[in-house]
Nanobody, 125 residues
Framework: QVQLLESGGGLVQSGASLRLSCAASGRTFSDYSVGWFRQAAGKEREFVAAISWGGVNTYYADSVKGRFTISRDKAKNTVTLQMNSLKPEDTAVYYC??????????????????WGQGTQVTVSS
């Protein structure tokens, strides 16, 4: 398995931007599709964005499409989630997840083998 560590969360005002990073160690990260999920207080964890192992293909939840961008840097073994035009409803703990050879298209939580501990994002109105 690959070990994942998220960073970059924080408290921002509505309309601001944040950049989350997911750093990997253990196995060759480039073999993995990677996804971001989030979980707001009292709600189920939901899919946010995913990127294929090659970094060519991406997929987004409708709620973040056009505002969030997922990308990966193979040399640095990281996947980044750039979040722009943040809204209070984006407030949640954000988790990075990796899937060895898994799908990047409409993935579910069950598709992912490894998970990070999460990073808190809070957007104030």
């Amino acid at each position: 398995q690959v070990q994942l560590l998220e960073s970059g969360g924080g408290l921002v005002q509505s309309g601001a931007s944040l950049r989350l990073s997911c750093a990997a160690s253990g196995r060759t990260f480039s073999d993995y599709s990677v996804g971001w999920f989030r979980q707001a207080a009292g709600k189920e964890r939901e899919f946010v964005a995913a990127i294929s192992w090659g970094g060519v293909n991406t997929y987004y939840a409708d709620s973040v499409k056009g505002r969030f961008t997922i990308s990966r840097d193979k040399a640095k073994n990281t996947v980044t989630l750039q979040m722009n035009s943040l809204k209070p409803e984006d407030t949640a703990v954000y988790y990075c997840a990796a899937s060895l050879g898994g799908s990047w298209y409409r993935p579910t939580m069950d598709d992912f083998d490894s998970w990070g501990q999460g990073t808190q994002v809070t957007v104030s109105s």
